[in-house]
């Protein structure tokens, strides 16, 4: 009981400490410095993450900033706007993305706009193009005995359901959507990246790459970390010399989530099975 209270009362003094460096830090953005984001875990649509990266792009106390980026990714819409905020703040400063162990899809999406890319060699990046997630129960129904009945304004209301068998005409609307929404991602990689027709239809299948074969097809521009996006800083922009501070973009309570989550060792995994609309996302094995 003892030893419980010990690990509450240090988690507790850990906390206090952690937030209160916090508060401290936010007096160092009123000084030059480079910017440090962190993208990480499934990625929705924010307002306050989009909020806080419009700020960043109007600091003019921050002189580049650099993105790094470890997710699989997340909605179609959430990749869509973190890449044109990324994208925004790359017209007003220098912002340098490096990807970490896993940066696909709308992970990926975001990272386009950026004005350089960094990734490791194992880094595992690519899978453009997106998915819509359904599933269908009605024979798990009729098993347990429980029957359903929808009446619907249009065939293809509320389509997909699990709760009906999917009509022919409702998979080829979804296909449709599904092919739409691609398209207008490869798109984006095609004119961000400059790739040619043949690189193209490479990533078209929505295959992924490893950072190595990444650099070779154009989908990044250079293996390195965050020392090499500092150094490119310094060549490209001669931004050199100024502290590196991390910058927070998401809110106190889902921060001092993520933090409880490394003592807990608790990962909701099956967070993306949650997602809403389209999805662009790479996890395999769940």
């Known amino acids: 009981m003892f030893k419980k209270l010990r690990y509450k009362k240090t988690?507790?003094?850990v906390i206090v400490i952690f937030f209160?460096?916090?508060?401290?830090?936010?007096?160092r953005y009123k000084k030059p410095h480079i910017a440090k984001i962190t993208i990480d875990n499934i990625?929705?649509?924010?307002?306050?993450?989009?909020?806080?990266l419009e700020e960043l792009s109007q600091n003019k106390n921050t002189k580049a900033v650099i993105a790094f980026i470890n997710s699989p990714g997340g909605t179609v819409v959430g990749g869509e706007t973190l890449y044109k905020s990324i994208k925004n703040i790359s017209q007003q400063k220098p912002i340098v993305s490096v990807m970490g162990e896993v940066a696909t899809s709308a992970a990926y999406m975001a990272s386009l706009g950026s004005n350089h890319i960094?990734?490791?060699?194992?880094?595992?990046?690519?899978s453009v193009g997106v998915l819509i997630l359904s599933s269908e129960i009605t024979e798990l129904a009729k098993k347990i005995g429980v029957s359903t009945e929808i009446i619907k304004?249009?065939?293809?209301?509320?389509?997909?359901?699990?709760?009906?068998?999917?009509?022919?005409?409702?998979?080829?609307?979804?296909?449709k959507i599904v092919k739409e929404i691609s398209k207008n991602f490869i798109d984006l990689v095609k004119k961000e990246r400059n790739l040619?027709?043949?690189?193209?239809?490479?990533?078209?299948?929505?295959?992924?790459?490893?950072?190595?074969?990444?650099?070779?097809?154009?989908?990044?521009?250079?293996?390195?970390?965050i020392k090499e996006a500092k150094e490119y800083l310094k060549t490209e922009y001669n931004i050199d010399k100024l502290p590196l501070l991390d910058f927070q973009i998401i809110k106190k309570e889902k921060l001092i989530?993520?933090?409880?989550?490394?003592?807990?060792?608790?990962?909701?995994?099956s967070r993306?099975?949650?997602?809403?609309?389209?999805?662009?996302i790479w996890i395999p094995n769940v």
């Open 11 to 13: 988690i507790l003094v």
């Open 20 to 27: 209160f460096a916090i508060l401290i830090s936010d007096n």
């Open 43 to 52: 990625i929705t649509q924010d307002s306050f993450r989009y909020e806080k």
């Open 118 to 126: 960094f990734a490791q060699e194992g880094t595992i990046t690519g």
């Open 153 to 175: 304004s249009g065939d293809l209301k509320a389509s997909p359901s699990p709760l009906e068998k999917m009509t022919p005409k409702a998979r080829e609307q979804m296909e």
């Open 196 to 225: 040619d027709n043949k690189k193209t239809q490479l990533i078209s299948d929505g295959r992924i790459f490893t950072g190595q074969s990444a650099v070779q097809i154009g989908l990044i521009d250079t293996i390195g970390n």
């Open 257 to 269: 989530e993520k933090f409880l989550s490394f003592f807990s060792g608790n990962i909701n995994a």
């Open 272 to 280: 993306f099975l949650n997602l809403q609309g389209l999805i662009s």
